[in-house]
């Protein structure tokens, strides 16, 4: 159980009635654990209401109608697209800013569908601004054991997923893991781009499955709402991969991208091993945050 999850476990469990108090403090405690101040107040306010409704009077039993709530946000965002169709090339595009963990989460998803799907994967490097981000993802290859297409630092990234696509395509593999370059955010070469990469994705990917997954780090709190918002807007992501959720995540920036952007998360990212990573799960989240389990 993380702190924040053991704070809010502490919070319901020092407090064995309810009180108006209560759920004005809940609202506070939830900013604090990365909430955005007008959904916290929606919440508490949520939660006020059922406890009246269903004559409920204790900490604990509020506590654990409020892990319901909070699975009921998570399940605002649109359907997680974690299946990849049989028999079908499918393109995994790594979006993101510099620092979120982009190319070692891409080296954990070559290697999850590698053992678990009997999939072959080819890395793309297409962060040609980051010499490191080249290596860094050879050496991923070399451990792993799958393919990489890789140009000069400071080449066209388009060109570099195009390679990748033809070596695909030629039977080189059935899944292409593209990373992307992740400067900061705000820039607008950046988001042009990703938008010239979707382009050449998408005219050369006919009958392929193609998805966009927007890494995130848990740690950065709102600011990863933030940085979601712009991807948005640039190549619309169909869904998340959080990263570093370890006992520094306090993990509210998650309701906030399912009820606001609709945004699911799709994995999440628990460890620096190829194994750590695991299928988002809206239940378990819920009550993980909630401090039930």
């Not at 993802?137 to 195009?162: T, Y």
Request: aromatic share 6%.
């Amino acid at each position: 159980m993380n702190p924040f999850a053991a704070k809010l476990k502490n919070f319901f469990g020092l407090r064995p009635q309810l009180s108006d108090e209560l759920f004005d403090d809940l609202s506070d405690l939830l900013v604090e654990g990365d909430f955005g101040a007008a959904g916290a107040y929606a919440l508490s306010e949520s939660l006020r209401t059922l406890c009246e409704k269903e004559r409920i009077s204790s900490g604990e039993e509020a506590r654990a109608r409020l892990a319901q709530l909070l699975e009921e946000i998570l399940r605002q965002a649109k359907p997680a697209p974690l299946e990849l169709e049989p028999n079908k090339l499918c393109i995994i595009l790594m979006l993101g800013v510099n620092g979120v963990g982009k190319t070692t989460s891409a080296a954990k998803l070559a290697e999850l569908h590698r053992t678990l799907h009997n999939r072959r994967p080819i890395l793309a490097a297409g962060d040609t601004f980051r010499a490191a981000a080249i290596d860094q993802l050879r050496v991923h290859s070399q451990r792993l054991g799958v393919r990489l297409v890789a140009h000069k630092q400071g080449g066209d990234p388009a060109a570099v997923i195009f390679d990748a696509l033809e070596a695909a395509q030629a039977g080189g593999g059935d899944l292409i893991i593209a990373d992307t370059a992740g400067r900061m955010h705000t820039k607008n070469s950046l988001v042009e781009e990703l938008k010239k990469i979707d382009r050449v994705i998408e005219s050369r990917a006919a009958g392929c499955r193609y998805l966009k997954y927007l890494v995130l780090d848990a740690t950065t709190g709102r600011n990863a709402l933030a940085q979601a918002e712009i991807f948005c807007q640039a190549v619309s992501p169909d869904g998340i991969i959080l990263t570093k959720c370890d006992s520094s995540a306090r993990g509210g920036t998650v309701f906030s991208l399912a009820e606001e952007l609709k945004l699911p998360v799709i994995y999440l990212c628990t460890g620096e091993t190829y194994g750590d990573i695991r299928a988002f799960d809206p239940r378990l989240y819920a009550e993980e945050f909630a401090g039930l389990i």
